[in-house]
T-cell receptor, first 110, second 115 residues
Framework: SQELEQSPQSLIVQEGKNLTINCTSSKTLYGLYWYKQKYGEGLIFLMMLQKGGEEKSHEKITAKLDEKKQQSSLHITASQPSHAGIYLC??????????FGQGTRLTINP | DTGVSQDPRHKITKRGQNVTFRCDPISEHNRLYWYRQTLGQGPEFLTYFQNEAQLEKSRLLSDRFSAERPKGSFSTLEIQRTEQGDSAMYLC?????????????FGPGTRLTVL
């Protein structure tokens, strides 16, 4: 079965700093999803990547899928308090099921 | 609000009791998924429906768990004889049937605490 490993597991950054979260898969990724979750709430869709080398951006968040399609990174530029939360990567498993990494907890200090 | 809704948002129950959760997907979505998320972990797939048919169940779904989607609209997840290990966030997601990856929309979740 496919497994996703996220790093780091938690991250504390100063407001205004850039940061990167990584997601590494044990198998080839055919669809890689990034979600954000506030504590105790549901998941908010950020982006989906399918093609090797693909890069997508939304506001100050950029996600990339590497050429070999086994790793993705999420980069936040000039972090803000609103970026705080848990970031989850999910891999498409067929029938649109997803398997998720364990999450990265992001804290933004003012 | 036209998103995925779940009810209740929180449920506290005693060990051995039965509980039922409800999920209302986005109206035109024919696929509905249930996931379970424990503290500090990502969600784990439990089961999914295409219209009213339950097409797959995870090994995580023991005999105490049952899910239905009787008319292909809302779905219920019932846990019988709850155990403390059932304490988790239960998430519902829905999407339109597609030939490959597509956006899944998640509900706010039902947090279950078994005392």
């Amino acid at each position: 079965s496919q497994e996703l490993e996220q790093s780091p597991q938690s991250l504390i950054v100063q407001e205004g700093k850039n940061l990167t979260i990584n997601c590494t898969s044990s198998k080839t990724l055919y669809g890689l999803y990034w979600y954000k979750q506030k504590y105790g709430e549901g998941l908010i869709f950020l982006m989906m990547l399918q093609k090797g080398g693909e890069e997508k951006s939304h506001e100050k968040i950029t996600a990339k899928l590497d050429e070999k399609k086994q790793q993705s990174s999420l980069h936040i530029t000039a972090s803000q308090p609103s970026h705080a939360g848990i970031y989850l990567c999910g891999a498409y498993q067929g029938a649109q099921k997803l398997v998720f990494g364990q999450g990265t907890r992001l804290t933004i200090n003012p | 609000d036209t998103g995925v809704s779940q009810d209740p948002r929180h449920k506290i129950t005693k060990r051995g009791q039965n509980v039922t959760f409800r999920c209302d997907p986005i109206s035109e979505h024919n696929r509905l998924y249930w996931y379970r998320q424990t503290l500090g972990q990502g969600p784990e797939f439990l089961t999914y429906f295409q219209n009213e048919a339950q097409l797959e169940k995870s090994r995580l779904l023991s005999d105490r768990f049952s899910a239905e989607r009787p008319k292909g609209s809302f779905s219920t997840l019932e846990i019988q004889r709850t155990e403390q290990g059932d304490s988790a966030m239960y998430l519902c997601a829905s999407c339109i049937l597609a030939g490959g990856p597509g956006e899944q929309f998640f509900g706010p979740g039902t947090r279950l605490t078994v005392l």
